[in-house]
């Protein structure tokens, strides 16, 4: 969805390198979040922030940081890459669906590599 | 390639068929469930969402029914055609609370000419 974009969509780093992945929305959505994707285990939430001032752990927050900059922008930090980092990383907004509950739009995602 | 999903459950069907897509959700305070599909190096595309009072809602060829008494979700798409193919994951959450969606791992669509 060209609503949410990141950047940067490729990466490869090394062991114990900082590197910072941002995300941006046009959406005008409070609600931010990213996760990691691993074959086999679906989407895992690391972050979420439900406004600039609300940013919560998920199930995999060790490991990460983030930042919510603006109610556009939200980064993921890794403060010290390692291995079983290497991942696609993605970040959503998200408002109310048609059924009433909440629904998330994704952006085009990160391909990590830590070596 | 996309090495998301590799070792993924696999339907295969034939173009024209129908399919129906599976999942098990293990919270029972959940109300509001979404099907997503991801393609091949793309994030997930919201496909159709249902709360907990329906049991059943419809959308352009797909159909989402939920059995809330065995925490069973399925999707159905009808006459399943190449485009179809994908992966495909269900997510469930409170309508009304603070805590985020929950996906389910997955299930890979193949759809066979």
């Known amino acids: 969805d060209a609503d949410v974009t990141q950047t940067p969509r490729n990466r490869i780093t090394k062991t114990g390198k900082r590197i910072m992945l941002e995300c941006s929305q046009t959406?005008?959505?409070?609600?931010m979040y990213w996760y990691r994707q691993d074959p086999g285990l679906g989407l895992r939430l690391i972050y979420y922030s439900f406004d600039v001032k609300d940013i919560n752990k998920g199930e995999i927050s060790d490991g990460y940081s983030v930042s919510r900059q603006a109610q556009a922008k939200f980064s993921l930090s890794l403060e010290s890459a390692i291995p079983n980092q290497t991942a696609l990383y993605f970040c959503a907004t998200s408002d109310f669906g048609l059924a009433g509950g909440e629904t998330q739009y994704f952006g085009p995602g990160t391909r990590l590599l830590v070596l | 390639g996309e090495s998301v999903g590799l070792h993924l459950p696999t339907l295969s069907v034939q173009e024209g068929d129908n399919s129906i897509i599976n999942c098990a959700y293990s919270?029972?305070?959940?109300?509001?469930f979404i099907w997503y599909k991801q393609e091949s190096g793309k994030g997930p595309q919201f496909i159709i969402d249902?709360?907990?009072?329906?049991d059943k809602r419809q959308g352009q060829r797909v159909t989402v029914l939920l059995n809330k008494t065995v925490k069973h979700l399925s999707l159905q798409i009808a006459a399943t055609q190449p485009g179809d193919s994908a992966v495909y994951f269900c997510?469930?959450?409170?309508?009304?609370?603070?805590?985020?969606?929950?996906f389910g791992s997955g299930t890979r669509l193949q759809v066979q000419p």
């Open positions: 959406k005008g959505h409070d609600r």
């Open positions: 249902i709360r907990s009072n329906m």
């Open positions: 997510a469930e959450n409170y309508s009304t609370g603070r805590r985020a969606l929950t």
């Open positions: 919270n029972s305070a959940s109300d509001y």
